[in-house]
């Protein structure tokens, strides 16, 4: 079975900076398409960021300039470098992976900013 395994979520203060994981099968991190999505307490899932195969990226306004997505080509993993934190980004926050007819979810990462 697919498996995609989120790491690197934690408590950090406002302003401060985390990195996320999340490790893919190859077969899955070469053709998919990439994303990152988080759910607040009381809120709606929504889109983070996304990357291609090709490197074609996309961000959610709330975190466009703040937040980094990549691909770790070596160790077929995504990443998110998120810095500049905000209470507001307080959330889990899943990964996923989708192509076609195919999609698959994490089980997700705790996110929590706060003083």
């Known amino acids: 079975q697919v498996q995609l395994v989120e790491s690197g979520g934690g408590l950090v203060q406002p302003g401060g900076s985390l990195r996320l994981a999340c490790r893919t099968p190859t077969h899955i991190f070469t053709f998919y398409i990439m994303g990152w999505y988080r759910q607040a307490p009381g809120k709606q899932r929504e889109l983070v960021a996304t990357i291609t195969s090709n490197a074609e990226r996309t961000y959610a306004d709330s975190v466009k300039g703040r937040f980094t997505i990549s691909r770790d080509v070596a160790k077929s993993t995504v990443l998110l470098q998120m810095s500049s934190l905000v209470v507001e980004d307080t959330a889990v926050y899943y990964c996923?992976?989708?192509?076609?007819?195919?999609?698959?979810w994490g089980r997700g990462t705790q996110v929590a900013v706060s003083s």
């Open positions: 996923n992976a989708r192509a076609g007819d195919l999609e698959y």
